[in-house]
């Protein structure tokens, strides 16, 4: 018969095997279960930095628009200016933004003062309802020699059109009225600005408001949209 003493000790003995092969067991069933793998170990330490993707190549230059032919300006045209280079704007008086680029080409003028001429023409777009009016009341201005001055009045009121406040307008600027409303209501300039859109559409324009530089060596160039002064100068500076 053991000893007290022994039997602790073949107690504690017994038991920590127990405890062993229960463990072995328990670990076994987790590797068999794939429950323990190598790559958890992977995933825990930091992935390798990947090599630097070769750059990628620029993007090409957008082409720029393509000009047809332009009519020949001749005096039939309305021309402010003088000078080697030719703006010719194809342009609509309702539409915004002519009425913005119409400042730029103002301040244009002033800045190449005897270098840059300006040559208008009629591009009225149909969802304008007073656009094909307007572009008329104009020309009915510029039979009394007074259409540039007529052209900054529209923009400058181009919220209020309509067929009194134009014939208003030609008063205020020193129009025979009499005569402006018989030119007016008989649609007498109807034609000349179809013609004027037809001449646009025939370059290429196909918005509001499109100008196309003419160089000194023959170059046609289109300002596409109402760009600012900053952006027009270089394209003018080129030109000349």
Known sequence: MLSPKASFIFGLVGGILVL???????????????????????????????????????????????????????????????????????????????QRFHDTMKQVMSEYKGKVRWVYRHFPLSFHPFGQSAANASECASEQGKFWEYADKLFENQSAFSDDNFKTWAGEIGLNKSKFESCYTAKKYDKVVRDDQASGSAAGVDGTPATIILGTDGSKQLIPGALPFDQVKPLIDAAL
Do not use: M, N, W
Not at 24 to 37: A, D, P, Q, T, Y
């Open 20 to 98: 062993c092969t229960i463990g072995f067991f328990i670990l076994l069933s987790v590797v068999l279960r794939g429950g323990l793998k190598t790559d958890s170990l992977a995933k825990a330490a930091p992935s390798a930095p990947s090599a630097p993707s070769a750059p990628s190549a620029p993007s090409p230059e957008p082409a720029a628009p393509t000009v047809g032919e332009v009519k020949a300006v001749t005096s039939a045209d309305h021309i402010t200016g003088t000078g080697t280079v030719t703006l010719v704007e194809y342009s609509d008086f309702q539409c915004p933004f002519c």
